[in-house]
């Protein structure tokens, strides 16, 4: 299958909402301090009593339309991926931007702002080929280090991270006041000079492109 993955003009960022984001909570990340002077942590996968759906894109001013009137998002990167012409995923990555406490006011440093695969699509490869695409154009521009953002009930994004080679970096239960069942988990992963040594992606079944200047 070839995953068409193209850079697109920052304007054309609400396209990002044309993807349910939407997912089914089951199981949570039970995350704790590991023992004694090891660090990092332990992580436990904990069926919940009672499955949900949860859909960031239905809690007010949080979806893709708002971004940009929350933040300048002049100099972010937005891709998406398509198959066959139909759209099946995207990738937004933040950098720059004045008021993002995750950016920590870095220069070395971009965030994974929002990734996410279309339903019909997802275990496909799509959201793999997102996220290399998402390092490759950070590191073409000079950034050493990606940051996520997760939740605890988000059990598939957090197997998926640790897939791409993340590191869980910091846990914080007290992140989301109006959701304090939701437990905040940062991942990071470096970014080695050499991915920015040519922008295209060297994966066989990826294609990426850049749009027109």
């Known amino acids: ?16 909402a044309q993807i349910p984001i939407a997912f089914r909570v089951d199981r949570i990340l039970w995350v704790t301090p590991a023992a004694g002077n090891a660090g990092g942590f332990l992580r436990e996968e904990r069926a919940v009593a009672s499955p949900y759906v949860k859909d960031y894109d239905a809690i007010p001013n949080n979806g893709p339309a708002s971004w940009q009137h929350q933040f300048d998002t002049s100099q972010w990167g ?63 521009r000079g950034y050493r280090r990606l940051r996520v953002e997760t939740q605890n009930i988000n059990v598939p994004a957090c197997r998926f991270y640790e897939r791409q080679g993340c590191e869980l970096e910091s846990v914080d239960p007290m992140a989301y006041p109006d959701f304090p069942e939701e437990v905040q988990l940062i991942w990071h992963k470096p970014l080695s000079a050499g991915d920015s040594s040519d922008a295209s992606l060297p994966r066989n079944d990826t294609c990426f492109s850049r749009p027109s200047e």
Request: no cysteine; charged share 25%.
């Open 1 to 16: 299958m070839l995953v068409d993955v193209r850079e697109e003009e920052i304007s054309a960022l609400a396209r990002q």
């Open 78 to 140: 937005f891709l998406t991926a398509q198959v066959d012409g139909e759209l099946v995923g995207g990738v937004v990555v933040a950098r720059q931007t004045p008021g993002l406490d995750l950016l920590d006011n870095r220069m070395d440093l971009a965030v994974l702002w929002d990734v996410r695969v279309h339903p019909n699509w997802r275990g496909q490869g799509v959201g793999t080929a997102l996220f290399k695409a998402a390092e490759r154009w950070a590191a073409v």
